[in-house]
């Protein structure tokens, strides 16, 4: 007999992310190599939403958001890491469908 499957329901004011996957090593616009592992204590870093609870409402899932990488709670689900945040942790949202946008893109 097969085990039984639970969809995953984000609850509150919760939001699961799936983060960016690294590439190693970065190069700045000026053109030098940043090495993987060279740490940043102050980046933030760039994730695709998976989910989110019934009281979010400034994200939707398939946007990308800006979060601080140690703000986070990690949670692995069939093999693949996944993010878990408030929705106020979040620093920034890029989507289809800007309301007060920077004028910059992804």
Known sequence: M???KFE???LHDRVMVRPEKES???RSSGGIVIPATAEQSNRLVWGEVCGVG???RAVKVGDMV???DEDQFQVEVQGELYI???ERDLH???NERPEYGTGLYL
Do not use: D, K, S
């Open 2 to 4: 097969a085990e039984p």
């Open 8 to 10: 995953i329901q984000m």
């Open 24 to 26: 190693g090593e970065r």
């Open 54 to 56: 019934h009281n979010v």
């Open 66 to 68: 800006l979060y601080h």
């Open 84 to 86: 878990v945040l408030r």
């Open 92 to 94: 920034a949202v890029a």
